[in-house]
Nanobody, 124 residues
Framework: QVQLVESGGGLVQAGGSLRLSCAASGRTFSNYGMGWFRQAPGKEREFVAA????????KYADSVKGRFIISRDNAKNTVYLQMNSLKPEDTAVYFC?????????????????WGQGTQVTVSS
């Protein structure tokens, strides 16, 4: 079992930045690829970014490429999402997810564990 707790969400103006954190506990964090997904009101959950278990491979949705950076610190059992140049359309609840042995997948069903989410609101 892996427990995931997101933090760092909040209200920010367009063009601003936020850094989300996802702290993991339970099984060996370094065995898990990690992903960030988001869900806006009335919309389906969508992939944002992912990182392999080693941190050597990353993947981004086209909508955030060049603005968001995913990273991980296996010593701290934490994955981060640095979000820059935020836009109102980035407003959503952001979830982190853990997938055993994953090299960083954009497919939600490949992740076994999910956090409760953190709200990000970008005002125009």
């Amino acid at each position: 079992q892996v427990q995931l707790v997101e933090s760092g969400g909040g209200l920010v103006q367009a063009g601003g930045s936020l850094r989300l954190s996802c702290a993991a506990s339970g099984r060996t964090f370094s065995n898990y690829g990690m992903g960030w997904f988001r869900q806006a009101p009335g919309k389906e959950r969508e992939f944002v970014a992912a990182i392999s278990w080693s941190g050597g491979s990353t993947k981004y949705a086209d909508s955030v490429k060049g603005r968001f950076i995913i990273s991980r610190d296996n010593a701290k059992n934490t994955v981060y999402l640095q979000m820059n140049s935020l836009k109102p359309e980035d407003t959503a609840v952001y979830f982190c997810a853990a997938g055993w042995g994953s090299t960083g997948s954009a497919i939600g069903r490949e992740y076994q564990y999910w956090g409760q989410g953190t709200q990000v609101t970008v005002s125009s």
